[in-house]
Every structure is written in C-alpha cells, then in structure tokens.
C-alpha cells in the first residue's frame, strides 16, 4: 500500500555530478509525471511518460532525461547538475483524472 | 496556452471562519479543474475535480468548489476552517492527453494559515 515512492528524499550534488532520481509505483497507473517544484512559481512538469517504454517532454525538459523501462519505475535523470535545478522534485502517477503525488526529492546543486 | 492564476499569495483566517481561495484560468475547451493540498514537506493530494456537469463540486476535507465558466473561475471554498487546514493550496488545470488523463499546469499556490 506504498502508493507513490520517491528515492532519495534530499541529496546535494556538486555542479557538473550526475545523478538519477527514482520514482516507483505500486498502483499499475499506466501515466507517470515529474515535475520541479521552485518558489512562487507552482509545479512545472518536466516529462512524463504515457505507458512502458514511452516518454514525453514537458513544460521544462532541459537539462533533463527519463526513462521509462518498467511499467512501476519512471526514472529522471540529471546528466551535469547546474545551481537552477536546484528544486523539490515530484513524481506522479494517474490512472483516470487525478494524480496521486510521492513525497518528493530535495536536490541541493552547490 | 493554458495557464493559471491564484491572485492570493498568502491568506490568514481564523479558526472556524469560512474560507474562499480564488482561482481563474485560461483554457480554449472545457476545462478540467483540481485543487490539491499541500502540507509542508509533503506530496500533494487531491482535494476535489471538475469535469462537466454540476459547477459546484463537492471533494474532501469539508471543501467544495464552484466552477463559473463566464469568469473563468474555479474558487474554492470551506464553510468553518479547521487549524489543521493550514497548508499551501494550488489549483490546477489539466490539458488533455487521451481520454483519461491530462498534463497539469499549476498555480502558484496560494499558503493558508490559520490563527486561534
């Protein structure tokens, strides 16, 4: 009854490390979303993917990829960690109108 | 492009006051509507949704939400707030993807807090 969970919950990476963040689901949502969430702007969505081995650019993909190899994991990668990605990052899932939300991810780029 | 406004930053009720949190979006179609929830360090959860049908909406927590499509509103209301309603409340407006299943794109939040 895990629902939606996020792996790691906070992490500091350096500018210019790499690294991949986790989204795994329990539900069997054919829909996944990530998106940053930043200060006096809202959510923004970053891809999503609408089924296994299909993914889709958002309102923010730069800087960004995903993948989508597993129906219950939707992973978003950063490939070289800048200061502007620093943000709480969310991961969705949907099976029909709504979304349920994980806990989020804190990433810290110093 | 569709977007989403909450003109409300920051809002302080009293305990048992009645609330009413503005939202106005901009959408070509019939839009789909939410408003979630967030407590500090936690995900978001879903308060209630609007489809079609009956503009005034019933959803959880003692909140409902009455969409009026000539002002492109979408407020959200609560009777008598609890303390335990303070939190950060961002509404949103989903663009269709298929049948099922929309992209949202959210407001900026509008933070609640509640005094004795």
């Known amino acids: 009854n895990a629902g939606v969970t996020q792996t790691p919950k906070f992490r500091v990476l350096k500018t210019g490390q790499s690294m991949t963040l986790l989204c795994a689901q329990d539900?069997?949502?054919?829909?996944m979303y990530w998106y940053r969430q930043d200060p006096g702007m809202g959510l923004r969505l970053i891809h999503y993917?609408?089924?296994?081995?299909?993914?889709a650019k958002g309102e923010v993909p730069d800087g960004y990829n995903v993948s989508r190899l597993k129906k219950q994991n939707f992973l978003l990668g950063l490939e070289s960690a800048a200061p502007s990605q620093t943000s709480v990052y969310f991961c969705?899932?949907?099976?029909?109108?709504?979304?349920?939300f994980g806990s989020g991810t804190r990433l810290t780029v110093v | 492009a569709q977007s989403v406004t909450q003109p409300d930053i920051h809002i302080t009720v009293s305990e048992g006051a009645s609330l009413e949190l503005r939202c106005n979006y901009s959408?070509?179609?019939?839009?789909?509507l939410f408003w979630y929830v967030q407590s500090p360090g936690q995900g978001l959860q879903l308060l209630l949704k609007?489809?079609?049908?009956?503009?005034l909406v019933q959803g959880i927590k003692g909140f409902e939400a009455e969409f009026k499509r000539s002002q492109s509103s979408f407020n959200l209301r609560k009777p008598s707030v609890h303390w335990s309603d303070a939190a950060e409340y961002f509404c949103?407006?989903?663009?269709?993807?298929?049948?099922?299943?929309?992209?949202?794109?959210f407001g900026t939040g509008t933070r609640l807090t509640i005094i004795p």
């Open positions: 969705a899932s949907s099976p029909f109108h709504g979304y349920t």
């Open positions: 539900m069997n949502h054919e829909y």
């Open positions: 993917s609408v089924g296994e081995g299909t993914t």
């Open positions: 959408y070509g179609a019939t839009p789909y």
């Open positions: 609007y489809f079609s049908g009956d503009t």
């Open positions: 949103a407006v989903g663009t269709w993807i298929n049948f099922g299943n929309e992209k949202l794109t």
